[in-house]
């Protein structure tokens, strides 16, 4: 059971790293976009794509968690 678990562990590990780099680009373009133009209306878009990056991330981290209490439980 560790064989299978571990590899999606892994995975799981893999796209919470890639959500959370692809959610402090947007928050660094963000950023940027408000230091240009002095506006914060502008960045509406770059934005919501930070939180949905952001959200991504949570939601493996706590896939994550669930696998790691499996295999916990397994171990026993």
Avoid: H, W
Avoid at 41 to 64: C, E, P, W
């Amino acid at each position: 059971m560790n064989y299978v678990l571990i590899p999606v562990l892994i995975v799981l590990m893999g796209l919470v790293a890639f959500s959370l780099i692809k959610g402090i680009i947007a928050f660094l373009k963000t950023t940027k976009i408000d230091l240009e133009t002095g506006e914060g209306s502008t960045a509406s878009d770059m934005q919501l794509a930070q939180n949905k990056a952001m959200f991504a991330r949570i939601k493996y981290q706590a896939l994550a968690i669930v696998v790691v209490a499996i295999i916990m439980m397994a171990a026993r």
